[in-house]
């Protein structure tokens, strides 16, 4: 499958001067945060897939107009034909608001995610807003990347890590595009846009991923058809 990913910054030629070759083939796309509402719902309606995020830290705005049929994945896991997808929004906290959490609150999060993440018997996508500490972050507080993020991948070891909030256009060589974390993970900044094919062998198949309850339950919508 080929998927889309977007994080921080309006793409011109995905919005103002959009081109449907731009979207051709495209089966799914995923935000990583820090985008305009009317840029994710504009994408959603033009390319006719599923499009789903994570909040930034610039994305408290989405609590009272949330984009327009789009899916949002924070604090959940959104299987996609199979490719398990965790959504994990927001940044370290440098100021009071929303979307931005102290390294013991993301922590928080993921313990509250541990059932579901075990039902499922893990994911294969990991998707955020912040970087992983050490992984693509800065030194500044507010784009320091997450220890904890280091812990869950070095737990359940998905395929991909896509994130955002380290801006390409920063300057200082901060910016990595891909980076591969010991666990075996690839690490993605999908700053701007980023074209990424996975193939059938980097997820279980639909049904297969090895937990009995999650796969009895899988297999049940597939035979009666609501499985997407």
């Given amino acids: 499958m080929k998927i889309l990913?977007?994080?921080?910054?309006?793409?011109?030629?995905?919005w103002d001067f959009f081109s449907?070759?731009?979207?051709?083939?495209?089966?799914?796309i995923i935000s990583c945060g820090d985008l305009n509402h009317n840029y994710l719902e504009f994408l959603e309606s033009m390319a006719n897939v599923p499009l789903l995020y994570v909040s930034g830290n610039h994305?408290?705005?989405y609590g009272q107009r949330p984009p327009e049929g789009c899916e949002c994945i924070d604090d959940r896991i959104y299987n996609f034909h199979g490719l398990r997808i965790l959504?994990?929004?927001g940044s370290m906290r440098y100021k009071p608001g929303p979307c931005m959490y102290t390294e013991q609150e993301m922590k928080s999060r993921i313990g509250h995610m541990m059932p579901e993440i075990m039902l499922k018997n893990g994911f294969d996508v990991l998707v955020t807003h912040a970087p992983a500490r050490g992984y693509g972050d800065m030194e500044d507080l507010p784009h320091?990347?997450?220890e904890c993020f280091n812990?869950?991948?070095?737990?359940?070891?998905?395929?991909?890590?896509?994130?955002?909030?380290v801006h390409q256009t920063y300057g200082g060589g901060d910016?990595?595009?891909?980076?591969?974390?010991?666990?075996?993970?690839k690490i993605i900044n999908c700053f701007d846009k980023y074209y990424i094919n996975i193939g059938d062998e980097d997820h279980p198949k639909a049904g297969k991923t090895g937990s009995f309850l999650y796969d009895?339950?899988?297999?049940?919508?597939?035979k009666v058809g609501t499985f997407k």
């Fill in 216 to 222: 009895l339950f899988i297999r049940s919508q597939m």
């Fill in 144 to 146: 320091t990347g997450f």
């Fill in 59 to 61: 994305d408290g705005g």
């Fill in 87 to 89: 959504g994990l929004g």
């Fill in 151 to 165: 812990t869950l991948m070095n737990r359940w070891h998905p395929k991909y890590m896509l994130h955002g909030h």
């Fill in 175 to 185: 910016f990595k595009r891909e980076l591969m974390h010991p666990c075996g993970t």
């Fill in 20 to 28: 449907p070759d731009r979207v051709k083939d495209v089966d799914l």
């Fill in 5 to 14: 990913a977007i994080a921080d910054e309006e793409d011109k030629g995905l």
